[in-house]
């Protein structure tokens, strides 16, 4: 074979594996992104139920301790966590 002919034989090999791979749409059947939703908001939920319950819990021994992270800044982590997780959840049911 001579190298123009592999050449060439190399670059249908390319466009056509561009082409596949152009055509080819990943796409998840409904009860596969119902479930990974589901999944994710439910994790922030509990997330945020259970972070704002052991605050509650922990909060007179968070206030007397020497750290310069009290409540505020606490709350705001697990809000932050939790809204990320449902933003995930949402986001995977929607795309």
């Known amino acids: 074979m001579a ?6 034989a190399g670059d249908a090999q390319s466009k056509d594996a561009k082409r596949l791979l152009a055509e080819d749409k990943y796409d998840d059947c409904l009860s596969c992104r119902i479930t990974g939703s589901a999944a994710f908001i439910g994790l ?14 922990q909060e ?13 800044s606490r709350k705001l982590g697990i809000a932050t966590i939790s809204a990320t ?7 995977r049911a929607l795309n």
């Open 44 to 57: 922030g939920v509990y997330s945020y139920y259970t972070g704002m319950n052991n605050l509650r819990k």
């Open 85 to 91: 997780l449902v933003g995930m959840g949402i986001w």
């Open 60 to 72: 007179q021994t968070i206030m007397r301790s020497a750290t310069k992270y009290k409540m505020g």
């Open 3 to 8: 190298p123009s002919e592999s050449q060439s």
